[in-house]
């Protein structure tokens, strides 16, 4: 070892007399070709993990720089060939500086403008795929007569209430006075009284009930307003029939709605719909139903309903639908003549718009359910959504409602008197209770219009309608019909549909950048394949490289 350094010693002397071009420029100083350093065995490990660790981070460094350069070759490669507009600005020698940064910008910008329209148009899609538009008319024979509903104001009126308590058994306790004083207790099922209950005085009318056996549906018999008390004369398209005869279509029931107990026409309800309605084949004034009615004795007489009034609320809706707050209203007057104008809309869909999913189409059909069912109403979704979470919040069903078994097939036990404390207590819960229930793909809704008039005129009248009755100030009169011979009908169909939605895309991309699906696919291809061969072809030639320079290196340092 001593003779190798002693030979390389004289070797740099004499190397130190020649010219600079005779000595060869890989020949360095003595202490730059090799330093040895002392290292201790324990160190060892440290040392050699140190080492892969740079040699590691070095290797991820080279394949970054790597990946980098091919992505770069890559697009200047696309930026040559491809045909999108704007491309041609950016291959490698073509633009510089502040102009290139200018193209790139512009490019940004309006890649995003195409991808906020392209977004819009799929929430179109997604959303509102369909739109409702008007058809040709129908006829009038196609769509059901209304169902019509005639409620009184008060659920206990005071005349009625006083004959009760005459012959009732009072309770421990309990008086003649306090007990009239109480009776419109009852009204607080229907949601409309003016004073918040007393629980001493709910305690005490069901008590009341209790010891005489009387049921909560038949004290508001008693004690208000049915179909008898204020129906007086009937006409159907101008001929007299019995107002409460037994007939499918031609005749009054008694029925309850959120104003407690009414009185119906034409009202079948249920919830899956399977008696077909009654259709009309007549138009205008006289091709529908007259009603003549009173209000006496009950005139302006109870405290325990929606408004103290001498009138009657009138509600239409579908034959099939229980009538609810959002049916059509029409006050009645007394000693007035009301013209009741029924407008209804028959609303489709197209069969595009049914063999979309429900979450698209908007509506429901019966076959959405499991198992179907033959005629799908949201009025009964809505009823049934809001009596089950009066059985969940009260623990108890309210006479009011139409009652259904629950989910068990168990029904569900009635609610006493003391129970519409539940009721007060959570009345802006129920109001603002959100259901689940979309319209239905095929409907018929109703809208109204009224015209109101005195009895001024009826002396002077050939109808032999009018000399059915004195008409006293305490009755009134109203006709329900439909004035056209042809109704609305609307039809929803699709707008948005996927060759609307590719035509629309592309429109998007070609506004903003000039690119087709062709386009696309180019750029697909170049960012899998090409991006994908360039960096293999980069690696290749760079292990070549090292390959050719690594037995130089080593001669180098030899």
Known sequence: MKYSLSIIEQFQSHSSHLPNKMVPSSIHPGPAVFQPRPVRVSQLPNYRNRSRNRSNFGRAVGTVQLAWQA??????????????????????????????????????????????????????????????????????????????????????????????????????????????????????????????????????????????????????????????????????????????????????????????????????PSVRGSKEPFVVNTYGMHGGLSVIGTGYPQASDGKSGALYSEGFMLMIHHPHDFAVEASPLTLLRLRKETFVNVLPTDSRCSEQVLALPQSQRDCIVGSDFNPPIANYRQPACTLECLRNEVHRKCGCHPFHLPQQPNQLGQRIRNCTVYDSMCFVENYYMFKRLKCNCLPSCSDVTYKTTSIVSDFSAYNHSINPFYKETNLTDFEFIFHIFMSNQVVAANRRIVVVSWISLLSNLGGAFSLCLGISVLSLFEVLFFAVFRLRKMYHKLKHRQEQQIKLVAPFARLQKF
Request: aromatic share 16%.
């Open 71 to 268: 992505v770069r070759d890559t697009f200047y490669d696309f930026a040559s060939m491809s045909k999108i507009h704007g491309m041609y600005y950016l291959q490698r020698q073509t633009t510089r500086g502040f102009v290139r940064l200018l193209w790139v910008c512009i490019i940004v910008a309006f890649f995003v403008f195409g991808t906020v329209l392209i977004y819009l148009l799929w929430q179109k899609f997604v959303d509102s795929p369909t739109r409702m538009t008007i058809a040709s008319e129908m006829k009038i024979v196609q769509v059901p007569f209304p169902g019509i509903t005639l409620c009184h104001p008060q659920s206990v009126v005071d005349y009625k209430a006083e004959r009760f308590v005459e012959r009732i058994k009072l309770p421990l306790g309990a008086t003649k006075a306090s007990v009239l004083k109480s009776l419109p207790s009852l009204g607080y099922f229907t949601e409309h009284q003016w004073t918040f209950p007393r629980p001493q005085n709910l305690r005490m009318i069901d008590q009341v009930l209790q010891l005489n056996n009387y049921t909560i549906e038949r004290a508001i018999d008693e004690l208000g307003m049915i179909c008898e008390d204020f129906i007086l004369v009937c006409y159907w398209a101008g001929k007299k029939f019995p107002c409460f005869a037994k007939h499918a279509f031609l005749g009054w029931i008694g029925s309850t709605s959120h104003y407690g107990a009414c009185c119906s026409f034409n009202y079948h």
